[in-house]
């Protein structure tokens, strides 16, 4: 018999396409089953091609759930932490029969991903609640976001901290905070996005007294209508042109946790080549993925959430 605070924690991710051959289909998932067009099939496939075939999320996320297990089982909390995707395998809906069927009748669940938008957040709670219709007796406890955590800041500051430390001695360095742009539409309904993400980088700059900082969002979709900026590139742009801008910029991705198609491409491709053809110096953070810190804060995020029996 199982003991009362013995939960499953639901750890979601976006997901990511196993192989070449899936992008097609992934992209298919993403737009609710309508067909790709060719053209943003090729787009996407050349964008894989370029961080070596594949993008590492799904094993990042795998390893991150590990840890968080143990961190948990390690302070006697009885958890177990399955890991789902929205996108692809293994998706949510084929996660949730196998918790109901381990018997556990409690989940907490989780997006890697600290700051809410109900077109991105919502997108995981839907998916959640449709894969538990007909099902009786589950007690769901789904985190809307933990952007605001400490330990979550302690984290983002302790990988800046480190990066800032690979430019030459006394360098100016601008930090730039970047998170995934979205359609401006959902300002229209007060969306809580853009001031969540305001207020996790102020608490980080504050945590490190950072005083000269900015925001720009990154890996705004190809659509016909506007998305939230300014974009990563028009922001060092302004660096680029100004005299008045150090050469020296920090990109620190607060709205991602873990190496992915939007860090390794959208950064560490487009934003650097970018960078260095305008004679600036870019760097960014450490991705959190599975630092000890990180992990901690998961398991904070958790405990927070939860009444121990």
């Not at 196993?18 to 067909?35: F, P, T, V, W």
């Not at 955590?149 to 360098?171: G, K, M, S, Y």
């Amino acid at each position: 018999m199982r003991k009362l605070n013995d939960f499953a924690v639901l750890l979601m991710a976006y997901g990511t396409p196993s192989s070449d051959e899936d992008i097609e289909a992934y992209l298919a998932d993403i737009r609710g089953g309508q067909k790709p067009a060719p053209s943003a099939v090729k787009d996407l496939k050349e964008r894989y091609k370029a961080i070596g075939g594949k993008s590492p999320l799904l094993e990042i996320t795998l390893a991150q759930a590990s840890k968080l297990e143990t961190v948990l089982n390690s302070q006697g909390i009885s958890a177990r932490v399955y890991v789902a995707m929205k996108h692809w395998h293994p998706y949510i809906r084929e996660v949730v029969p196998m918790i109901l069927g381990a018997g556990y009748r409690r989940i907490i669940a989780l997006t890697l991903a600290p700051h809410y938008s109900k077109m991105s957040i919502g997108g995981y709670k839907r998916a959640l609640q449709d894969s538990l219709k007909g099902t009786h007796h589950v007690e769901v406890e789904f985190i809307d976001s933990w952007y605001g955590n400490p330990i979550f800041h302690r984290a983002v500051a302790e990988r800046i901290t480190c990066a800032l430390n690979q430019f030459q001695p006394n360098a100016e360095v601008h930090v730039m905070f970047t998170a995934h742009s979205l359609p401006e539409r959902i300002l229209d309904y007060g969306d809580p996005y853009p001031k969540q993400l305001a207020a996790s980088c102020q608490a980080i700059a504050d945590l490190l007294k950072i005083t000269h900082w900015s925001f720009a969002y990154q890996s705004a979709g190809h659509t016909s209508e506007k998305w939230l900026g300014p974009d990563i590139r028009s922001a060092l742009d302004v660096f680029s042109n100004s005299a008045e801008h150090c050469r020296n910029v920090l990109v620190v991705p607060v709205g991602f946790v873990a190496d992915h198609l939007e860090i390794l491409y959208d950064i560490d491709v487009e934003a650097q080549g970018f960078a260095n053809r305008h004679d600036l110096n870019l760097r960014r953070i450490e991705s959190l993925n599975t630092s000890s810190m990180f992990i901690s804060a998961l398991a904070d995020v958790v405990k927070s959430r939860v009444s121990i029996a």
